[in-house]
């Protein structure tokens, strides 16, 4: 792996919503008072993992807490360091995807993939192991840090081409359908703008609504669709067709003012 292939320009994730969802605001930066993330790096390849290490370095929020180079030193960090933001590879030989399911009963890891495969089978198993962050290194290391950030938020951040991967497949659409159906106006919105990577503040800021009743709203949406968190929402919304394709031509940047 060489360091052009991870720290190249990242796409920008752009998504299109349509007239009935109000646009979201842009992001700012981390608030300069927030507290730090320790953020754990667990890659085999030592080239790709100092460029990783680089790129976090940079962002004055985060705390590079320790590293690793495959399943023997993960399975240390897990006992050593159970409440982090881990960006792992676990598609490499010194570790197996399995490590994922094993981190997800060790700790409590808020998990960032971060990796050069993009099959629909290994982005289904990472999310379905409890992973909230899929990003490819093809599209570089500048755009880790904050989704990193994003993670440790309690966000979930896809790649426009792991998002993709998790768009509708045939089997059990009228299962969804039908658990879609119990949803009110305002949780599909809030689900939407979930899919869409937006933060609960931003969801708040839009629809001009607290906080807490967006985490309200968001708690019915997962008992309704019977799914046990956020990540799994977000898959839900994909494959019950909710997103589209089209989806990903949109950016907040073009309904600034």
């Not at 969804?176 to 937006?198: D, H, K, P, V």
């Amino acid at each position: 792996m060489s360091p052009k292939a991870i720290n190249g320009e990242a796409d920008r994730h752009t998504h299109h919503v349509d007239s009935a969802l109000p646009p979201l605001p842009s992001p700012g930066p981390p608030h300069p008072a927030a507290a730090r993330v320790d953020v754990l790096v667990i890659e085999a390849d030592p080239l790709a993992r100092g460029v990783i290490k680089d790129s976090l370095r940079r962002e004055p929020c985060l705390n590079l807490l320790a590293e690793a180079d495959g399943r023997d030193g993960a399975r240390k960090l897990m006992r050593s360091c159970p409440h982090c933001v881990v960006v792992i590879d676990p598609y490499q030989p010194k570790m197996g995807s399995s490590v994922l399911h094993e981190i997800a009963e060790t700790c409590q890891w808020q998990v960032l993939v971060f990796t050069a495969t993009r099959s629909r089978s290994y982005v289904s198993q990472a999310v379905a192991a409890g992973a909230m962050g899929y990003l490819l290194k093809e599209n570089g290391a500048c755009a880790l840090s904050a989704a990193v950030v994003s993670v440790a938020s309690g966000n979930v951040v896809l790649a426009d081409s792991a998002a993709r991967a998790l768009l509708p497949m045939p089997a059990g659409g009228s299962t969804r359908g039908r658990l879609l159906r119990n949803l009110t106006e305002q949780e599909l919105r809030i689900l939407r703008f979930l899919s869409l990577g937006a933060s609960t503040s931003e969801i708040a800021a839009v629809l001009r609504i607290s906080d807490s009743t967006v985490k309200s709203h968001v708690s019915h949406m997962l008992s309704k669709l019977e799914v046990r968190d956020r990540t799994q929402a977000v898959v839900f919304a994909y494959q019950s067709g909710l997103i589209s394709v089209a989806d990903f031509d949109w950016t907040p940047a073009a309904h600034r003012d």
